[in-house]
């Protein structure tokens, strides 16, 4: 037998590796950048449409050609705005944009815009959890600022050459940094769960990870347990999942560990997730050759926002997730466990409350919704938004279910009909013959047959042995096609019982 | 604050411009006493002066969140050094996997 | 053939002459490449031209044709306009003087050259400078020192040394220039024609090739100060593409025009700008200016400008901090030249630079870089733009206290002969008395007021900031008293 290569370099038992995690706190803050959903770029009108052909969305500004200068995106400022308030930041009224300076292909001026030491926004928070006694567990976040992305170099696709693609320079995006509040992989990774939602409720991104419009930095050291004093702290980067993000992390923080106690020190530097490998390995560029020369940038004069916007921009919010489990709780009586389900993203919210408004059963349309919705939406794999059962029409279902027009199990099979064509569940369950039988003589009939063909059974039956009752109802359920109304079978089973003593 | 052949090569390297270490010197003194005419600036008492930020009053103009964008009055193969299938070429980064990373945006 | 070319005729009349079909388009263009031939304007003369626009005559064609179909109001209808190479255009190179833009054909234009053509101006050349304005006497081109048609030993000043040289030389009535500091008024003085520097903000910098953002401006050249006066109305304003562009009204910048007399107009002389060490000769010629205003009914007032003596190192480390970010565009990757080298991409990066770049662009990257380092960033560039702050301070409290303009000397010197200056600080001393307006971002002007040892001398007048019109105004009335004075 080989032995494949082991995904983890780490050499601990799960044993030395609690008595580890008992000693050492890891600390950990996290960068995160996130594209902005505008029409255009941060500085230029060039289209910020995702997958168009390599270089056609740009223009002299995005492609820095000599004499071009940038013009500030209004929604990108109302985007930023937003997603600070989401996040209980302070809006400031002035914020400076300045030049961060570094060569690389893909960074056309030689610069990023970005802003440095007067932010957008600073000092918010974001709720990840509760304590024992109820109080909110909070994670600070320092500061909330807007900046333009750099293009995408490709590097595989001719031997020997970097390809650039200027496509992607000058989207608008925003930074949000975290205080070193995490304690955990477990812990990061949910502060990203809980920002990526709460971006999604504010609309500000679409937050994918995939297609880059989410990207995450890690700041990560590690201390005694008990020690308030930090440690050296390095930067984990090039993490493409929020799983990656976990891996890497647990991956530094035991590299970190095992560097103290073999008595070395942390060095201040950059470690780059490696997946394929599973661990991180330090960058080969040297500390302190990155000097990015910060100066307030020329080109734009500071960006001042009237406290005027900043109210309406806040009386505009969307509803955030925590206000929205709220509501949910209360206004559907619904347990939280189900509401944390029901509220996982903007649209699934929504759907759900559609479809409950719909049913005027909102137990009913969150069973639904929870089970078969979101089984069937998985395992299309497409977005909620392209689900062709619509709310509506999944509201009249339940409906009908209720109302006794097509049994649970019809109704079942009325769905994935529903599913394949979008046609309205009336017309499904009419067309398929699936609407519910409740017609003594068809049942009695039905009822008679199953007796027929299995006359030990109704011999027993009938002789007193009531348990058998589920079996027959099963058996006449199962000739109707479903159509059968499984109560009157039931009583009409009872009172031949009945008659036969 | 004197200027040292060493920090010429720094700043140089910085600046993406080949220096021939034979030159370090030369410059170094250049630069220095360029700056030396600077240090006139340390004598100025600019406690409580704001630095001038970006020229003009009131805030940056914002533009409207359309199109289209200034063209380009002819295609970038006609200014760009390499282009293939609409990517611009440059020899390959020795160090791509990682530099990728390294370049926070 | 003529002895005073076509393009001696006002920018007014030409304008004119072209809207009402008495002049012909077609030949006021012509007569300027013929002109240019005659004198030798190119490489191995004067070199005060990079290209020449193949197009100028179709495009004087095509707006005579306007001017005949249609109401056509160009207000510079068929005047032929040179363009420093920093200014981007569609029909020529764009090469900023630096080997890294040889050939490079600029793919959009530069607003103010849209505008320009909108009013029926015709861009006839591309003018040489220092590299990317780099230098006090486009000696620093990559493409050889301009010199000065007065006397072609001598250097015709700089950054902007080609456009003012060309007006000099009567090749165009007009033409635009950059000034980041003094590089329009400077060569102006230098080549005895009128220069001028509107304040920041007043037009659009969107196709200029940027070298230090906050201070550069389009600056105008004309023969005359009611040249460069309807050029600038035309130019000026707001443009959407550049967002420091400031949102204030366009004055009529011609109104004084005829103006006579500067009762009731307060003009200050700074002390600091008529040092102990100034130069004799100009020192006579400028104040046989003031006397002439004061003739004319201006009050000459006494001021300080007291943080005039810092200007030159502040400008010395803002200007050069910009422009090493602002030239880092230059990497050989999306346009311009490119070196390969074995060392890969950080090969072609250094390559491409330096064989690129000239030794003053170099140097001032290097400097530009130095102050913006991590450890260095407070101590100078910080400290410069609070420095600048009491230059500009300076200013305001002069204007605030009565003074409508100031009266300076542009330049502390005359034209200096090629290669005499071989010191770059002593070079940046040119800029002794023009920078501070750039610092300060407020207007200003140069215009001829006479000759020492045969050589022009240009007076300055600084304006607050979107006085234009009372600068032009007390230049009109200057101009109109010295007379042929102003040449002598
Ligand atoms: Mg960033
Ligand atoms: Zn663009």
Known sequence: MTTAPRPDVSPLTPEESAARHEQWEMVVGLEVHVQLLTRTKAFCSCSTEFGAPPNTNVCPVCLALPGALPVLNDQAVELAVRAALALDCKVHETSVFARKNYFYPDLPKGYQISQFDQPLATGGRLVIGSSEDGADVAVRITRVHLEEDAGKSLHDRYAGA????????????????????????????????????????????????????????ANLSVRRRGESKLGTKTEVKNMNSFAAVERALVSEYDRQISVLESGGVVQQQTMLWDGARGRVRPSRVKEGSDDYRYFPDPDLLPLVIESKRVDRIKREMPELPAARRDRLAQEYSLARSDVDVLTATPELAEYFESVARAAGDAKAAANWVMGDVLAAVNARGQPLETFPVRPDDLGTLIGMVRDGVVSRTAAKRVFTEMMETGRPPAQVAADAGLLQVGADDQLTQWMDEVLGENPREAERFIAGERKLQ????????????????????????????QQGK | MSIRPED?????????????ESRLPALATQ??????????LQRVDTNGVAPVEGVGAGSTPLRPDSGPPIPLGHPIESFAPEVRDGLLIVPRLATHGEEEAERSP | MSSSPLTEIPVRDIARGVRDGSLSARTVVERAFDHACEIGSGAGGLNIILAGNERAADMADEVAETAQRTEFAGRLAGVPVALKDNIATLDMPTTCGS???????????????????????????????????????????????????????????????GSAAAVAAGLVPVALGSETGGSVRQPASFCG????????????????????SSLDQIGVFGRRVDDAARVLQVIAGRDVRDSTTADVPVDTYYSAANAERLDGVVVGRPAEYFPESLDPGIRSLCDRALDALRERGAEVRDVSLPHTDLAIPVYYIVAPAEASSNLARFDGIRYGLRVPSERGLAGLYEETRSRGFGPEVTRRILLGTYVLSAGYYDAYYRKAQAARTLIADDFRSVFQAGVHVLFTPTAPSTAFPIGAVTDPYEMYLSDIFTATANLAGVPAMS??????????????FIAPHFGEAKMFEAAYVLERALGEDAHR
Do not use: C, W
């Open chain 1, 162 to 217: 970097t390809a650039v693609d200027l496509n992607r320079a000058g989207v608008p995006l925003i930074e949000i940094v975290s205080e070193p509040d995490l304690r955990s992989a477990a812990e990061s990774a949910a502060y990203l769960r809980l920002l990526k939602q709460l971006l999604e409720y504010a609309r500000v991104s679409d937050v994918s990870m995939e297609q880059g419009s989410l990207r995450v930095d």
């Open chain 1, 470 to 497: 589920g079996v027959l109802v099963g058996l006449v359920m199962k000739k109707s096609g479903g159509r059968a109304d499984p109560k009157r079978v039931n009583q009409l089973l009872a009172s031949r019982a």
């Open chain 2, 8 to 20: 010429v090569r720094h700043v140089a390297h910085l600046a993406r411009l080949a220096v021939d």
């Open chain 2, 31 to 40: 630069l220095a006493s360029i700056l030396e005419h600077m240090e006139v």
């Open chain 3, 99 to 161: 080997r890294i833009l040889e050939g490079y054909v600029s793919p959009f234009e530069a607003t103010a050259v849209t505008r320009l053509r909108e009013h029926g101006a015709i861009p006839v050349a591309k003018t040489n400078m220092d590299e990317f304005a780099m230098g006090s006497s486009t000696e620093n081109s990559a493409y050889g020192p301009a010199r000065n048609p007065v006397d072609t030993s001598r250097v015709p000043g700089g950054s902007s040394g």
């Open chain 3, 193 to 212: 024609v009128v220069g001028v520097k509107p304040t920041y903000g007043r037009v659009s910098r969107f196709g200029l090739v940027a070298f230090g």
């Open chain 3, 447 to 460: 215009l001829p007021v006479g000759r020492s040892g045969g050589l022009p001398v240009g007076g300055q």
